[in-house]
């Protein structure tokens, strides 16, 4: 019995040599796969940055997507077509803040301008939506104003944006305990307005 002891050291010892040999074979095979990912990697990436365009209309692009030259805007005192006395006025500043925290463009004066945004206020309408059993009075009113816009190069007249009958709404309840101002919802609405124009003054190169 004592005799056998060496041959079970000896598959012991074998048994260690051969786990050893396995990682050593599974290390290499690890070497090997590496350099083929990498080169795959390498090859998606020049794939990606050949699909990139010079021009933003055409694939992928990082250049700008509008005409760097065209970068600043005038905007004159809205006309207002409608009764209401100041609402022109509201929607102008508006804008004018909505294009200076938004877009590339600065806002200066016809003179110095490339472009110019003349707009229109066309209707500002009211509209109840619902009324108080209680009471009988307006609960949920809604203001929307309707604008006519055109944003055009000045030295070309080429119009790079127009929209006709553009609308924004926005909700305010005059009846208690609420008690809103319509003063409050058209302020709403104003907002809505500046912003969809700068939306569609982006969008639609």
Not at 17 to 40: D, H, I, Q
Not at 112 to 138: H, N
Not at 163 to 182: H, N, Q, Y
Request: with cysteine.
């Amino acid at each position: 019995m004592p005799a056998e002891a060496p041959h079970a050291q000896d598959r012991d010892s074998d048994s260690d040599s051969g786990s050893g040999s396995g990682r050593t074979r599974r290390a290499v095979r690890g070497r090997r796969w590496r350099p083929a990912l990498l080169a795959a990697c390498t090859a998606w990436l020049l794939a990606g940055l050949a699909g990139c365009a010079a021009d933003p209309r055409v694939g992928w692009s990082t250049s700008p997507i509008h005409d760097p030259s065209m970068n600043t805007v005038a905007v004159p005192i809205a006309r207002n077509v409608t009764f209401d006395r100041s609402v022109h006025l509201e929607l102008t500043e508006a804008i004018i803040k909505q294009i200076e925290a938004r877009t590339p463009w600065r806002v200066v004066s016809e003179a110095r301008a490339r472009t110019i945004l003349d707009v229109t206020v066309r209707r500002v309408d009211l509209e109840q939506l619902s009324r108080s059993r209680g009471t009988g009075l307006a609960e949920e009113t809604a203001i929307s104003i309707v604008v006519d816009f055109d944003w055009t190069r000045i030295d070309t007249g080429d119009r790079l944006a127009a929209r006709e009958d553009f609308t924004a709404a926005a909700l305010f309840v005059p009846s208690p305990p609420a008690g809103e101002r319509i003063d409050l919802g058209r302020f709403d609405a104003v907002g809505r307005a500046a912003e969809g124009i700068v939306d569609v003054m982006q969008s639609d190169w």
